[in-house]
Every structure is written in C-alpha cells, then in structure tokens.
C-alpha cells in the first residue's frame, strides 16, 4: 500500500505542473483582458498609457511562461500569489471557501453512497418488482437531468410553493452571526440535490453487482446451507456485489467537483464556485491556477482512495498497480 501510494504521489507531480501549464497558456489565448477587469470601471475611462502601466504593475504584460514560472516557484514555498479579482491572497481566499465547498461535497456524496446503496440492495433482492421498476426509471431520468436544473426545481417546490426551506445562502438574510442551525438548514436542499444528481450511478451499480452475485455459487451455496436471507443478502452478495462501486468513488470525483460548482451557484452557497467563475472571467491568473490545482489534486487522491479501498476489500487484487 505505501510503495503504490508513493508512486502515485510521483506521478502525480509531472500531472500537476502540466495542469498548471495548460491554465497559464489557455488564460494567456483567452480574450479577456485581466487589466480592464482588475480596473473594473474606472478601465472605461483610463487611458492608454495608464492601462500599460496597470498592466505592468501586474505582470501581465510578460510572456505567459515566465507568469508561470514565478507562480510556480511561489507557490513551492507556500505564496500562491494575490487574488487580481478577490483583492486579497489566493491562500486566504481559498481557506475562506474550501471548508463550505468541503461540507456541502462531503454531505452529498454520503447521500449519493447511503441511499444508491440501500436502494439497490432493494431493488436487486426483488429484480423486475414495482420498486426495481420505479427506481431504475427515475435513476436514468436522473442521470440526463443536469445539477442546475435539479437545483431550480428543488428552490421552486421546496421553498417557493411550499416554504419549508431556504432558498439559498449559508443563513437567513437578518441574521447577525453564522449559527450551526441556520446552516444545517441551509445545507439541506443543496446537499440532497447534489447527492440525487450522483445518487444514478450507485444505484445503477450496487444493483447490478449485488443481482449478480445472488447468482452466483458461493451464494447459491450459502442458501443451500439454510442461511436466512438477510445474512445471505448482506454478508455474502452484498460484500461481492459493493466491489465495483470501491472503483466508482474516485470516477465520480470529477463530476462530483462540477456538479457542486452549479450547486453552490444555483443557492448562492459561500463555496470555491464564485470564485472559480470569477476566476475564470476575469483570467485571475493566480486564483485560477490554484483552483486548478486543488481540483486536480482531489481528482488524483479519488482515484488513489478507490484503488486503495479496492485493494483491502478484495485481497487478490493486491497493490503493485
């Protein structure tokens, strides 16, 4: 386990400097010019000459691989840089959001594992019953409905037509301090939309794996033994059957990331997404390569989790990959 996790560990770093790369060198082609948005509107009226010097003070006028290399040989001794569009360090900007961001993705995926789980366990006990039926239905619904969407109708039933919850924000608008109340209920809708956007792909493989393994012989054998169905379902198929779902965690981490941007968007939660966008608009050079970065980084370690998980589960498959 340690000689994998260490050659991960190495090949992740030629992954991240080419990421980082890759973010100077499309920010440097985009047609956004970071100076006029740094400005803002004073940029309207500035001259010419005062946008040169602006531009120098920044550093934007040097050549994209020199911005990143001064970046990056920063950012090895812990200075990601200032924020051109926060005003402020990129460190401190992240440290302020990430913990959010954190929450809302933790509490979503515990959702998306808890519920796809039980609920194709169900399914798979009674394949072809009215509960396989309706949830495998929903499940492929699900799948093409994007985030954004699910968040909408989510603020329009829960909180427009029926009131129970908030439509959005880290608490309520009066409130004078941040309260664990108020964020809990806050945190419920886009947590539960985030979690039923990934919720599909578990169902979908919890089912199929858990049907398949209550075909197979080890199985069929623990019946003929006179093993209840419970102990059958849950110590034999449901320990076989949860294998391919070990592999899932870390292929939904990408869209995990993504599906939690337009989440946090859609309820104007206080997470990395605003600044991402406005990273991204404004091509705040500094902020958006470490947001790239730390996307990137959680992506590797989702990937390095499974393979982990995988490994302890099914000793056969043992850690030399």
């Given at each position: 386990m340690a000689r994998m996790t260490g050659r991960r560990l190495l090949s992740a770093a030629p992954v991240l400097l080419a990421v980082t790369?890759?973010?100077?060198?499309?920010?440097?082609?985009?047609?956004?010019?970071?100076?006029?948005?740094?400005?803002g509107t004073a940029g309207l009226t500035a001259s010419a000459a005062e946008l040169d010097q602006l531009r120098a003070n920044l550093g934007a006028d040097r050549p994209f691989p020199a911005r990143w290399w001064d970046w990056l040989t920063s950012a090895l001794t812990g200075?990601?840089?200032?924020?051109?569009?926060?005003?402020g360090p990129v460190a401190d900007a992240i440290a302020e959001r990430l913990g959010w961001s954190a929450l809302l993705a933790g509490c979503a995926f515990a959702v998306a594992v808890l519920l796809g789980t039980?609920?194709?366990?169900?399914?798979?006990?009674?394949?072809?019953g009215a509960l396989d039926r309706t949830v495998s239905a929903l499940a492929y619904t699900l799948e093409a409905a994007p985030a954004f969407w699910l968040g909408l109708l989510a603020i329009w039933l829960f909180a427009v037509r029926l009131g129970v919850l908030p439509s959005g924000g880290l608490t309520d608008a009066a409130a004078d301090t941040v309260t664990a109340g108020q964020v809990a209920s806050h945190l419920v809708l886009p947590a539960l939309v985030l979690g039923i956007s990934q919720l599909p792909w578990f169902f979908l493989y919890v089912r199929q794996g858990v049907a398949d393994a209550l075909d197979e012989d080890p199985v069929r054998g623990a019946?003929?033994?006179g093993l209840s169905p419970r102990r059958v379902l849950v110590g034999h198929?449901?320990?076989?059957g949860m294998l391919p779902v070990l592999t899932l965690?870390?292929?939904?981490?990408?869209?995990?990331?993504?599906?939690?941007?337009?989440?946090?968007?859609?309820?104007?939660?206080?997470?990395?997404?605003?600044?991402?966008?406005?990273?991204?608009?404004?091509?705040?050079?500094?902020?958006?390569?470490?947001?790239?970065?730390?996307?990137?980084?959680?992506?590797?370690?989702?990937?390095?989790l499974s393979d982990l998980l995988y490994g302890l589960a099914d000793p056969r498959v043992g850690f030399d990959g």
């Open positions: 790369l890759g973010v100077f060198a499309v920010a440097a082609l985009s047609p956004f010019d970071p100076v006029k948005a740094y400005a200075d990601l840089g200032n924020s051109t569009t926060l005003r039980a609920l194709g366990v169900l399914a798979a006990r009674r394949r072809g019946r003929a033994r198929a449901l320990r076989s965690i870390g292929s939904r981490v990408p869209e995990l990331i993504t599906g939690a941007l337009l989440v946090e968007t859609v309820f104007s939660w206080p997470g990395i997404a605003a600044a991402t966008v406005q990273a991204a608009t404004s091509v705040d050079f500094p902020l958006l390569a470490a947001l790239t970065v730390l996307a990137t980084v959680a992506v590797l370690a989702g990937n390095l």
